[in-house]
């Protein structure tokens, strides 16, 4: 007798009839109550032997064919396209991660944040925009995050000594802000925390490179050019109350030196005159006053008109706001400035920027001699 006939019986149907010829004896029911009985117990046995086996199954094939079902948790290879992903300030890895997800960068949370706990040493996001692809493997993402080459930035240039209006302008042209736009936040100067005699922001967009995210507004560019230009004075040891009259000195100083070393001879000169009660007669507040802040070098009408504010020819003392945006050179030298007793000075090669300081008028004059014929070889400057 086969399995099957030991289970369901001899009838193909698993069931066999009664025998007629039994004519309905009453001890007959029991067996045949029996039989149902027996036949559920073997139907049990069967589904219980095959769930069994079905384990067995899955146990001994479900190591090989894992690989086959299971879903994918991770993108292979570098990605395609590129997307803009943003790391605010504060965010942490799980954020970073399921933003991540979001953005399409990558599948899933869990291969990138696993690569973030076995990381050694630690992984440190820089907040900003990056360049990413879609469908980065996790390892490739968190790569290409940790890459500053993939860091999308708006740079800006202040060069030393450059004045307001052209910083406006180069912050509209890289930026893509309206000039209007940014005249306009650079009108609203006592938003910047400023020394309380300042009349603009001129003298305090402290020149250097600037990388700023993308999306910062003017206003924010601004402030981080008026901050840095306090971590300057704060290096130099500049007291707060004096910040505005070094900046004022300074911003002149920047636009007079050519040399780096003549930077504090030039401080000096300034600095005996004023206490000797002498104006300071320098050219180039004078060009600052009339508009034309591309040029140090004045006429006789020029220095003789009392109604530029800015002219020290005829105004004693400083002038009254700073004529550009100095740097770290200028302001040590307002602080520090050269010992020596001179009271002129002319740069004479304005292609070296060399300069002649003198103590005397006649030495001075001298000097502008030498400039003149200089000059007199550079039309191009005149």
Known sequence: MSGFDGVFGNSPTGYNPPNPSDNGNRFDRPRKRRGRTALIASLTS?????????TAFWAVTAGPLAGVFAPAEDFEGPGTGEVLFTINEGDIGDVIANNLVEAGVIMSFDPFYKLL???DPQVVFVPGVYTLKLGMSSQQALEALQNSDNLVTVRVVVPEGEVMADILSTISTEAQIPLDEVQAAAADFGAYGLPAEALSLEGFLFPATYEFSPGLSAQEMLQA??????????????????RYRVIVFASLVQKESGL??????VARVFQNRLDQGWNMESDATVAFGTGNTYRVETTSAERADESNPYNTYIHPGLPFAPISNPGDVAIDAVMNPAEGPWMFFVTWNLDTGETIFSETADEHAAGVDIWIAWMDEHPEYQ
Not at 46 to 54: D, E, N, Q, W
Not at 227 to 240: I, P
Not at 260 to 265: A, C, L, R, S, V
Request: proline content about 0%.
């Open 46 to 54: 069967v589904v219980v032997l095959l769930g069994v086996g079905g």
């Open 260 to 265: 780096k070393d003549d930077f504090y001879k």
């Open 225 to 242: 050019m008026v901050d840095r230009c306090y971590e300057a004075l704060d290096a130099a040891q500049v007291a707060e109350a004096d």
């Open 117 to 119: 706990l076995e990381a």
